[in-house]
């Protein structure tokens, strides 16, 4: 079976804009759950609404990767499911490394979705002595000293950070030294790396911000339609003394985390 070591997706290569490249996956995820409804083929606007996108946006993507679908009939399923999954290198197996073993590391090492996607679980890794050996979803933890020699055993291309910020760094850089090119990273910081080295952050405490921001503002909204006057629109921020905070646009800008 071919591994991440010697196969790259095609993407980059082909021109594919990287807005398209993250809406593959959605694409994918709702193409699958239609396949394993036996769906033979969908529409446009059917995928599109399942997907969260809309119909347009759908059609360019799908033109960039040579599939436009049949008018009156629409997009098979399965063979787009192929396309799409060739298009993201899920066709191959892909071993990944997961560094920092702890309540997170162990969700991320039991998510059952790993293996269907194309991807392959290949360690665990972690700096506590006091972890080595302890099997975590079926999977001994081994120790933080054995990372690069791992990683040239199993051909490791994709490096999974789920450590203390503190340490992410560090991590990421020996994860780098070793040969990985890609890194999906859960610690709250912002790595540094080379060129040539892809890094996607998954950061919950900032989406749940960002909710917080649209909740924030929906009961503003709702103080001013059940007409509790300007006192409550101070106490929510949304009133006439809001407009120091408010963007040269009028909108209150959302605070990012520093």
């Known amino acids: 079976m071919a591994t991440g070591r010697t196969h790259r ?3 980059r290569s082909r ?3 990287e807005a398209t490249v993250a809406r593959l996956p959605l694409y994918l995820r709702a193409l699958t759950a239609l396949s394993e409804r036996s769906v033979p083929t969908v529409s446009s606007e059917e995928l599109a609404a399942a997907a969260g996108v809309n119909s347009a946006k759908l059609r360019k993507d799908f033109s960039y990767l040579g599939s436009y679908g049949t008018r009156g009939v629409g997009y098979d399923v399965e063979y787009l499911v192929y396309q799409i999954s060739r298009e993201l290198g899920l066709t191959q197996d892909w071993p990944v490394v997961i560094v920092g073993i702890g309540n997170l590391g162990a969700a991320l090492a039991n998510y059952g979705g790993f293996a269907s996607r194309g991807f392959r679980v290949a360690a665990l890794i972690d700096a506590d002595p006091a972890m080595a050996g302890k099997p975590v979803a079926g999977i001994p ?3 933080a000293d054995e990372l ?9 291309s994709i490096g999974v950070i789920a450590t203390p910020a503190g340490a992410a760094q560090a991590v990421c850089d020996r994860l780098v030294g070793a040969g990985v090119t890609s890194i999906l990273n859960f610690a709250p ?5 080379p060129d040539g080295v892809d890094v996607r952050k998954v950061d919950l405490s900032i989406e749940l911000q ?3 921001f649209h909740e924030q503002r929906k009961a503003g909204e709702e103080a001013h339609a059940d007409g509790a006057g300007p006192a409550a629109a101070r106490r929510t921020g949304t009133g ?3 407009s120091a905070d408010q963007g040269p646009d009028g909108d209150v800008p959302a605070v990012m985390p520093a």
């Open 141 to 143: 933890v081994q120790h």
């Open 15 to 17: 021109g594919i804009p």
């Open 189 to 193: 910081t912002v790595l540094t790396v």
């Open 210 to 212: 960002i909710l917080a």
């Open 148 to 156: 690069e020699r791992i990683i040239q055993d199993n051909g490791v």
């Open 9 to 11: 997706p095609a993407t």
């Open 240 to 242: 006439s003394d809001a």
